[in-house]
């Protein structure tokens, strides 16, 4: 059964970073397009940013934009998020998502991560 756990999260101040992990159990980590999605409180679960098998494609949605980074480590079965700039309105809980395809990744479908807190206070 595909197993995702994020870490990382947890609380800061505005204008500070964190980096999020999603490790993902398997042999077969290289094979799936990986992305995160976050959700904050009383709003829809949003695109944050996404990437390809072997990192040659990266989408990022608008409002992170040369804040964040994605990035992954296929012979760690792990993928990254460097959050820089943050700020309050990022606090949200932040899942990791895998699917072959990438465009199934775009779009929201494909395995969950339970998620985990990012909290930016001002």
């Known amino acids: 059964q595909v197993q995702l756990v994020e870490s990382g999260g947890g609380l800061v101040q505005a204008g500070d970073s964190l980096r999020l992990s999603c490790a993902a159990s398997?042999?077969?980590?290289?094979?799936?397009?990986m992305g995160w999605f976050r959700q904050a409180p009383g709003k829809e679960r949003e695109f944050v940013a996404a990437i390809s098998l072997s990192g040659g494609r990266i989408y990022y949605a608008d409002f992170v934009k040369g804040r964040f980074t994605i990035s992954r480590d296929n012979a760690k079965n792990t993928m990254y998020l460097q959050m820089n700039s943050l700020k309050p309105e990022d606090t949200a809980v932040y899942y990791c998502?895998?699917?072959?395809?990438?465009?199934?990744?775009?779009?929201?479908?494909?395995?969950w991560g339970q998620g985990t807190q990012v909290t930016v206070s001002s």
């Open positions: 398997g042999r077969t980590f290289s094979s799936y397009a």
């Open positions: 998502v895998r699917d072959h395809a990438f465009d199934t990744v775009l779009a929201g479908l494909g395995s």
